[in-house]
């Protein structure tokens, strides 16, 4: 047990077995890029500026939550992939290829559309609960989707390059894309009554496990991912969802509990030495909740609920530096937790980044000072 202050206490649990490498380094030239390419497409080259440039707000009817990018290489067009939950639940299809005047081609209904996911042409989405499959969703025409098949519940899911898919809560399933994707293969499962989000880059699984804390796995062989550690700590209540840094090997993990500056928000761990875990850095705010954070070259952009989003300077692992916000939902505050920036996406092919608003539709942000 290491005690960093009075109020931080972790527990760091490492589980060794034969043969398993505990001491992976990040920095290794082996170690590739985590925002090189997901889910078979995009990564612009071009790294977040200072500051955040709203190009387009696309009002829609539904109360949106998660949202994807999809590049059809058909076509060259971006597409922004966003559900929604009032209604029951579905997906919108939207054209980005003109950011200024994003359109919607399809509204895919009656689909679980809590959270999103892309594999080549496919959605992949669940509705978040335990009580209705996940569906695939074949979008090779934007503008016709065809549902193409399912898979078991879960409340998050993540999708490697290398095929697999990974389910989340309750515990965690792992399933084999590359033979048939409208019909997963199960190859592993651990069966526990948490979870909640899960991030794969390279050979590593971060199980942002909710109430249990976080997970570290190693995946080299996905039949039999090894634990590495655990990650626990007073100020985290409940460990929401996470990325990693680009060249620091932090893992910065969210607090979907901090109940506005209860807690932490954010929290930062040195990851480099998987056998010495530290926590270097966190970040509060007293008027809402961080919800997802991804990475962006030494940047961070996070969807924040009601304050909208924040765009991060990572440089420092020990000093997360805010460089700018959009409140993308002026209008809600206090009683709407979970309201606002639900969703966002910084690796289209384009460049931009999308933002879904539980009640203010889609916003499209510059990553630079490009023109278009």
Known sequence: MFRFSNKFTIIISIISFLGCNSSTNHNSPNYQ?????????????QCLGDSLNVVSNLNLDESLTDIWGYYDKATKKDYAIVGYSSNGQGIYVIDISHPQNPAVVSKIQNVSGFDIKIWKN?????????????????????????????????????ITNKGYLYVAKPGIKIFNLNNNPTDPLLVWTKKTNFGHDIAVINDTLYDFHGDGGTNIYNIQNVKDPILLTHISTEQVSYSHSGWISNKKSILYITNERANFGEE????????????????????????????????????????????GVKLFDLSSPSNMKLLDEYDTSPNRQGKHKFSGAWGAFPYTKSGNILISDTNNGLFIFKRNNQGF
């Open 33 to 45: 890029n985590p925002n090189q390419v997901y889910n078979g497409i995009y990564q612009s080259p």
């Open 122 to 158: 496919y959605i992949y989405s669940v509705h978040g609960h335990d009580q209705s499959n996940g569906d695939i969703i074949d979008i090779s025409n934007p503008q016709n989707p065809q549902i193409a098949g399912s898979f078991t519940h879960g409340h998050n899911i993540f």
């Open 264 to 307: 932490a928000d954010i929290t930062a761990w040195d990851i480099n030495n998987i056998d010495s875990l530290k926590m270097t850095d966190s970040f509060s705010s007293p008027s809402a909740t961080a919800h997802n954070i991804y990475t962006v070259c030494n940047k961070a952009i996070v969807s924040y609920y009601l304050d």
